[in-house]
């Protein structure tokens, strides 16, 4: 204020920088902007003021500067909204507004360290920006022979005036890119009727947009831009009014805030074999209560509190398979999510909650990572290799030679059709895969223990008992005998990915992986038990 | 424990159904497994002649006078381009060492997902693994129809009883007047041992079912409705 009062004080114009360094042509123009209705923030606008504290000074300093008498252009704002910003840059920048964009962000109970705030405004406003700026030029000529694009535009206007004070309203710092956004659509209800002379000029650009695709929106800020461009200054000035015509009506807003997507990505292991990895349902009845999905998301989604969420894992296992060592890796997509602060104790707590709600999932390595990182998951899914461990059987019992042959077979190239459990629902095809490696140890009499290290997406189940000869080479023909699969576990699924938390810092958490260990042997055996019976 | 089999991939995951008699020929039945996914894969039964009369197989051929199953492309989910085949379609022909010649048909309604290629190479996989390596063919009946269609065909237990009835009659047409192999069933009552509690729900619907069939069965089942009042004075005899 000090400063200012100074610049008032002297006349001086550096606290501006505007495109004339005259300060009488400025007053001149100010003059002429006033009297059109502009507010104060679009005077600095069309003066070219690029510098983002400008804007922070309140009506009265710009018009001392500008030396503009008071009392009528305050009368004039309370009247009508500005023809230029319709308002945005005058009830909608000040504190009355303000206080409604924190309500409304403290009604939606989101959290947040910083903010971003985007603005759709009426498509009209360019339309009026555009006769504001061919009227000056024609009054003023030279100086607006610069480009109506260098001047500043409505949204930075409202960010540089406001984004400050509505962060300091939120606690929170402004960003121009944050993940927690502010969005404010404005709609002004002439704003097509504005249009509608496009419509005239340009019949066969805004006709065809009538089309479900473009929302049934004739004018579209892309479209309208264009059209303007495509139409010299003349012509303009035929079709619509220069200056602008004073609103009759006034913006609306709506404000909705969103928080961009969070990735929760951890390992799981299953250790049941009735429990499918989403949820089952078919005709909309449930098939099998529970699945791995919800067991894990439940408490995910209790703490982070999103509108939506995707589950995604490298991979799946059916519902009568465990997923044992190391786990499967996952990722949990939370869409707009309220809550996202939470440290790495938060995570290995969320953790300890999602263990502790059932003994057949188990989830490890829990923790927050970037978008970018997602894509890993998925590349995984098709590029790595698998390690299984099945429990099969045999016609006949298993010799010394079968072991040793089994154990030799490296890189064995199958070809397996697709198998019949899912052929109604993927396309019939012949796909290759690869077994890197097999070994076999035998059980008893008959059945025997057999380990595979395949290329991601082999159908196990398939290649021991051949799915009616569909998958060839396979183990019974490998064998000469048949072969059945009793029992199979996922011993691991070899992705590096999300990397391994280690949790040897502090007593709880040795504590806790020494549970696990327990819970993983306890549930082994309560299987093996169930195997048998 | 360990010394018998575990229940086979076919005990595990399908359901078995039956045809008998297909197109009226006597003793031509076929084995349909049906999975819960929908996916049917047509076999031949073991009480169809080519394995019941030990019957050496020396040549399978997909296709015949206006029809081919090699022909059938399958691309995506949907399975464009499939064949659809009526219940009567046939899948393919059966030629055995002694010049006998068999028409296997397709059973359910549905499209042609594939055909069972193997058999070309190695034809005696049908008679050695006639329910599972030795599939003719996998057909995918429509989302809606594929009950009914399951319906239509025999449950294991009618299918014994079937058998039942066959071996009686032979046996008492052998006491009778000894007869040589193919017994001319047509003109008999081949349903007529049905199981009182079934003839309820489950035929009722059959009855349904047939007659909105407009192929030749429908003569026969016809005939269905006094061999029910049969099967009651059958049993209490």
Redesign the interface.
């Known amino acids: 204020m000090g400063r200012l009062a100074r610049a008032e004080q002297t006349q001086q114009m550096d606290v501006f920088e505007f495109f004339t360094s005259s300060l009488e042509e400025c007053k001149q123009i100010a003059a002429t902007l006033v009297e059109v209705g502009c507010c104060a923030r679009c005077l600095l606008r069309f003066l070219g003021e690029s510098k983002s504290s400008s804007y922070k000074y309140s009506y009265q300093n710009v018009y001392d500067v500008l030396g503009l008498e008071r009392s009528s252009n305050v009368n004039s704002v309370q009247d009508c909204p500005c023809p230029s910003c319709l308002g945005i840059l005058q009830k909608y920048a000040d504190n009355l507004f303000l206080s409604k964009i924190l309500q409304k962000v403290q009604d939606d109970s989101y959290e947040f360290s910083d903010y971003q705030c985007s603005l759709i405004l009426p498509v009209c406003i360019a339309i009026r920006q555009r006769a504001i700026h061919i009227f000056l030029k024609k009054k003023f000529g030279v100086i607006y022979s610069v480009q109506e694009d260098k001047l500043p535009t409505v949204k930075d206007i409202w960010k540089w005036s406001c984004g400050f004070k509505v962060g300091e309203l939120l606690s929170a710092q402004f960003q121009n890119k944050s993940g927690f956004d502010i969005l404010m659509t404005f709609t002004y209800p002439e704003s097509n009727k504005e249009c509608s002379f496009l419509l005239d000029t340009f019949p066969d650009v805004f006709k065809k947009r009538k089309q479900r695709k473009y929302g049934f929106e004739t004018f579209t800020r892309a479209n309208v831009a264009k059209a303007l461009i495509d139409m010299d200054d003349s012509k303009f000035e035929d079709c619509t009014s220069c200056p602008p015509s004073v609103p009759i009506a006034e913006c609306s807003c709506e404000i909705t805030c969103t928080h961009e997507p969070v990735f929760v990505a951890g390992r799981y292991q299953k250790y049941s074999r009735v429990l499918s990895q989403t949820p089952w349902i078919v005709e909309g009845k449930r098939v099998m209560e529970g699945s791995v999905e919800e067991l894990i998301c439940d408490p995910i989604l209790n703490t982070f509190k999103p509108s939506d969420h995707r589950f995604s894992s490298s991979g799946r296992e059916d519902v009568d398979v465990r997923m044992l060592g190391d786990g499967r890796p996952f990722i949990v997509e939370l869409i707009n999510p309220h809550c996202v602060i939470f440290s790495t104790q938060d995570m290995s707590l969320l953790q300890e909650k999602i263990n502790s709600c059932s003994k057949d999932v188990q989830v490890r390595d829990l923790q927050i990572v970037s978008r970018e990182d997602t894509a890993i998951l998925k590349d995984g899914e098709i590029s790595k290799t698998k390690c299984y461990s099945a429990e099969c059987?045999c016609?006949r019992p298993l010799t010394e030679t079968d072991l040793v042959k089994l154990a030799g077979i490296k890189d064995l190239v199958l070809q397996q059709?697709t198998p019949?459990?899912?052929?109604?629902?993927?396309?019939?095809a012949t796909r290759e895969r690869l077994i890197h490696s097999l070994s076999a140890k035998v059980l008893?009499?008959?059945?025997f223990k057999l380990n595979l290290n395949t290329q991601a997406g082999t159908y196990i189940k398939e290649f021991v008992?051949?799915?009616?000869?569909r998958t060839t080479p396979n183990l019974g023909e490998l064998l000469g005998a048949e072969c059945?699969i009793?029992n199979l576990d996922v011993e691991s699924v070899d992705v590096d990915w999300p990397p391994k938390i280690n949790l040897s810092i502090g007593e709880k958490n040795i504590s806790s992986t020494s549970a696990e260990t327990i819970n993983y042997t306890d549930a082994e055996q309560n299987e093996e038990s169930a195997d048998k019976t | 424990m360990?010394?018998s089999?575990?229940p086979?991939?076919v005990d595990r995951?399908f359901q078995k159904r039956y045809k008998t008699d297909v197109q009226g020929n006597p003793g031509e039945d076929q084995l349909i497994l049906t999975?819960s996914?929908?996916?049917c894969?047509i076999c031949i039964a073991q009480s169809h002649p080519i394995i019941c009369e030990k019957k050496i197989i020396s040549k399978i051929n997909f296709q015949g006078d206006g029809w081919s199953r090699l022909e059938n492309t399958?691309?995506?989910?949907n399975?464009r381009g499939a064949q659809w085949l009526e219940r009567m379609a046939p899948l393919c022909c059966v030629t055995c060492t002694d010049g006998s010649v068999f028409t296997l048909c397709c059973c359910v309604k549905g499209q042609l997902?594939?055909i069972?290629t193997?058999l070309e190479t190695r034809p005696s996989?049908l008679t050695e693994k006639s329910s599972?390596?030795g599939?003719l063919a996998?057909i995918?009946p429509g989302l809606k129809h594929f009950n009914r269609e399951v319906e239509r065909l025999k449950s294991e237990e009618e299918y014994r009883k079937v058998l039942e009835y066959r071996s009686n009659k032979s046996a008492f047409q052998n006491l009778e007047t000894p007869q040589p192999c193919g017994i001319n069933i047509t003109s008999l009552p081949l349903d007529a041992v049905v199981p009182e509690q079934r003839v309820t729900e489950q035929n009722k619907c059959d009855l349904q079912g047939k007659q909105e069939d407009n192929d030749e069965t429908m003569l026969r089942d016809g005939s269905l409705c006094h061999n029910i009042k049969k099967a009651s004075e059958v049993n209490s005899l």
């Open positions: 059987w016609e059709k019949l459990r899912v052929l109604h629902r993927r396309t019939a008893s009499d008959k059945l008992h051949s799915d009616f000869g059945d009793i | 360990e010394e089999r575990p086979s991939v995951y999975h996914n929908r996916i894969v399958v691309t995506g989910k399975k997902v594939e069972n193997n996989l599972s390596n599939y996998v995918l």
